[in-house]
């Protein structure tokens, strides 16, 4: 078991451009969640998925963020139309259910000029 | 609604000292409380948890007990070691014994100096 892989980690894109992440999740995990983190604060809760449901959105999660997880196993979030604000670390974590605790990607870094 | 107030850093010790992070949570109903850490250049990994009143989590050293009279949760450490130099994450889920939509503090700074 190699853990929560990321890719990219790192993506520097300009604005108004589409950029999407990919986060495998350690096998046979069904839950899977996306959190953003920005400089100096701890993680904020976006999304998380129970196989391939997508069970809550945050509200942070704007009309230009999309997440899937098509056959429940990897995930990919996609902003559209980036902006400025939307620079961060994008964390990808999972669990065996519910009763479990998460266990974290390495992130992906975006930085949107 | 629910949320995690840690205390402010950066602290710094000196090698053998003893640390406490003091973290305070607000929540309805009965959370689950966790503490991670996130070594330089790394992602977030699980340290300790707590699912519910009075339960001690504790690795490598570091413990933490879910007080719900205080409604906090700090992280303890007898003796620091360079390396457990990173930052230090207080949780919470607001499912009792579980592991969801974890909220989380700002985070503390640790620097040990050998």
């Known amino acids: 078991d190699t853990g929560v892989s990321q890719n990219p980690r790192h993506k520097i894109t300009k604005r108004g451009q589409n950029v999407t992440f990919r986060c495998d999740p350690i096998s046979e995990h069904n839950r899977l969640y996306w959190y953003r983190q920005t400089l100096g604060q701890g993680p904020e809760f976006l999304t998380y998925f129970q196989n391939e449901a997508q069970l809550e959105k945050s509200r942070l999660l704007s009309d230009r963020f999309s997440a899937e997880r098509p056959k429940g196993s990897f995930s990919t979030l996609e902003i559209q139309r980036t902006e400025q604000g939307d620079s961060a670390m994008y964390l990808c974590?999972?669990?065996?259910?519910?009763?479990?605790?998460?266990?974290f990607g390495p992130g992906t870094r975006l930085l949107v000029l | 609604g629910n949320s995690v107030t840690q205390m402010e850093g950066p602290v710094t010790l000196s090698e053998e000292a003893f640390l406490t992070i003091n973290c305070t949570y607000t929540a309805t109903g009965y959370p689950s409380l966790f503490w991670y850490v996130q070594y330089p250049g790394e992602g977030l990994q699980l340290l300790l948890k707590a699912t519910k009143a009075d339960d001690k989590g504790s690795n490598k050293g570091f413990e933490a007990t879910y007080r719900k009279e205080t409604t906090s949760f700090h992280l303890e450490k007898g003796s620091v070691q360079v390396s457990d130099s990173a930052v230090y994450f207080c949780?919470?889920?607001?499912?009792?014994?579980?592991?969801?939509?974890?909220?989380f503090g700002k985070g503390t700074k640790l620097t040990v100096n050998p």
């Open positions: 974590a999972s669990s065996h259910g519910v009763q479990e605790a998460q266990y």
């Open positions: 949780a919470l889920s607001p499912i009792q014994g579980g592991s969801e939509k974890l909220v």
